[in-house]
């Protein structure tokens, strides 16, 4: 039977690992950030341990991008290919990033402005706008001067309202739901240029390359442990899977993963070893995660 997998080179911006990887680079990010929100941004940081998360309503991973600009507010970034209900995972998105900046001990009051933003393939309110915002409101008079700090912005690249719609945003758009045969055109705008440019780098690395053949086998088996039992037991294989790419790991250390039974556990352990730069840090991350465990080398 046919392996109807994309290659990395037959990926496009809307292919979620090709929209991450370009927007982890932190100029991109912030250049797709001013074009979606129609603001200058001085500079935003990607937070690379915070842009790989996983969703228990995928039964695996996901590649979102989360990032956050000078004045401390936070981004939440995803192309979103499929038409889903996407309000309540909006919700999610804007709780998780309140619990993190709690959890850090940020007072309620102190809670900076939050962006989760959707780029969508498809138009999720059929009322044919290249852009929506959403925003709470109060019911008895919507004029009322309400903030909170939580803004939802979804985009959809079949937008028709181009007389409404700044030039730049529909090029940006055009481009992020292009084919892969129209993708490499002419847009004429700089920011597709740079994206463009990304993207063939991208394709041309052989890291890159592992990444998403890794990337790739994670969605697989985790979509497959979600119909059979022995979870645990892959998410202990593609734990090992992933740091094996970045060197030999040691017996003891093998042995403490291995002993984990906890999903939850193995669920976090296996997005540190996706975004551990090497074995080392991802040992140290397990020793604050498994405070207990002390040595394994």
């Not at 294989?237 to 403490?256: A, F, K, T, V």
Request: charged residues 35%; proline residues 3%; negative net charge.
């Amino acid at each position: 039977m046919r392996n109807n997998r994309k290659t990395i080179k037959e990926l496009t911006f809307k292919d979620n690992f090709m929209f991450a990887a370009a927007m982890l680079d932190a100029e991109n990010c912030r250049m797709v950030i001013e074009r979606v929100l129609g603001k200058p941004i001085e500079r935003v940081e990607v937070i690379t341990e915070k842009s790989m998360v996983y969703h228990p309503e995928y039964r695996g991973v996901r590649l979102d991008v989360y990032a956050r600009d000078e004045a401390n507010t936070h981004y939440d970034v995803e192309m979103q290919i499929a038409a889903r209900k996407i309000f309540r995972r909006a919700r999610y998105y804007h709780d998780q990033m309140d619990m993190e900046l709690i959890g850090r001990g940020i007072d309620y009051e102190e809670l900076p402005d939050s962006y989760v933003i959707f780029i969508c393939d498809f138009d999720p309110f059929g009322l044919g706008k290249y852009r929506y915002t959403l925003r709470q409101t109060l019911v008895e008079d919507a004029e009322y001067p309400y903030e909170d700090g939580v803004h939802t912005v979804i985009l959809s690249t079949k937008g028709g309202n181009d007389s409404e719609t700044p030039e730049e945003l529909i090029k940006f758009l055009r481009f992020a739901g292009a084919s892969l045969e129209e993708c490499g055109r002419d847009f004429g705008d700089p920011l597709v240029e740079r994206l463009q440019k990304s993207i063939r780098e991208i394709k041309q690395s052989r890291e890159m390359g592992d990444r998403y053949m890794l990337f790739a086998e994670l969605l697989k088996d985790e979509y497959n442990a979600g119909k059979a039992e022995g979870k645990a037991e892959r998410s202990i294989e593609n734990i090992l899977l992933l740091l094996g790419s970045r060197g030999e790991i040691p017996d003891g250390l093998r042995r403490r993963i291995m002993s984990v039974t906890d999903e939850d556990s193995l669920q976090k352990m296996l997005l540190m070893a996706a975004q551990a730069e090497s074995i080392e840090s991802f040992a140290g991350k397990l020793r604050e995660m498994l405070p207990e465990t002390c040595q394994i080398g």
